[in-house]
């Protein structure tokens, strides 16, 4: 038998908590700062969004960045302050990975761990590496870029 160190109930308390907490720093961004990001679009505390230019960038919704990513807007060494970076709905994004300037990432699309995208990604693919290279087409998500079942996968386990 498992030993549990916190009840239950306590527990959901503490993740509908956490859940109010990052749809407030959502809020916080697209009202203080006017980034256009989607009301159901979740950021990790730790994860770094460039403030240097926020109208110039655009996240899609149910979209989930993981912590320690990094997503640029502006780039200071070409002095182009009004970079425009896109991220689609139902994507992911890996713990660590960098979003350069001028960069569209399509719908459904899953960026590795660690990744560096330095050009535009297409819909439905998964990337990874530095710099970010397709690994994988035609993959279907559904909310937070989790892999959507397909029906082959269901049958043959």
């Given at each position: 038998?498992?030993?549990?160190f916190?009840?239950?109930?306590i527990?959901?308390?503490l993740?509908?908590l956490r859940?109010?907490?990052?749809?407030?720093?959502?809020?916080?961004?697209?009202?203080v700062?006017?980034?256009?990001?989607?009301?159901?679009?979740?950021?990790?505390?730790?994860?770094?969004?460039?403030?240097?230019?926020?109208?110039?960038l655009?996240?899609?919704s149910?979209?989930?960045i993981?912590?320690?990513a990094i997503?640029?807007?502006?780039?200071f060494?070409?002095?182009?302050?009004?970079a425009?970076?896109?991220?689609?709905e139902?994507?992911f994004?890996?713990?660590?990975?960098?979003?350069?300037?001028?960069?569209?990432?399509g719908d459904?699309?899953i960026v590795?761990?660690?990744?560096?995208?330095?050009?535009?990604?297409?819909s439905h693919?998964?990337?990874?590496?530095?710099?970010?290279?397709?690994l994988?087409?035609?993959?279907?998500?559904?909310?937070?870029?989790?892999?959507?079942?397909?029906?082959?996968?269901?049958?043959?386990?």
């Amino acid at each position: 038998m498992r030993v549990r160190f916190i009840n239950h109930t306590i527990f959901m308390l503490l993740v509908k908590l956490r859940n109010a907490l990052l749809a407030s720093r959502t809020w916080y961004f697209r009202t203080v700062y006017g980034m256009p990001v989607a009301s159901d679009v979740r950021i990790s505390f730790k994860a770094r969004i460039d403030k240097t230019n926020p109208q110039g960038l655009y996240i899609g919704s149910k979209t989930y960045i993981a912590f320690d990513a990094i997503i640029l807007s502006h780039d200071f060494s070409t002095r182009r302050h009004r970079a425009k970076t896109v991220i689609g709905e139902n994507c992911f994004i890996g713990a660590g990975a960098i979003i350069l300037p001028n960069v569209t990432i399509g719908d459904q699309v899953i960026v590795g761990a660690g990744s560096v995208v330095t050009r535009d990604i297409p819909s439905h693919c998964a990337v990874g590496g530095n710099p970010a290279k397709v690994l994988k087409t035609g993959i279907n998500t559904i909310a937070y870029g989790m892999i959507a079942d397909t029906p082959d996968e269901k049958d043959n386990p």
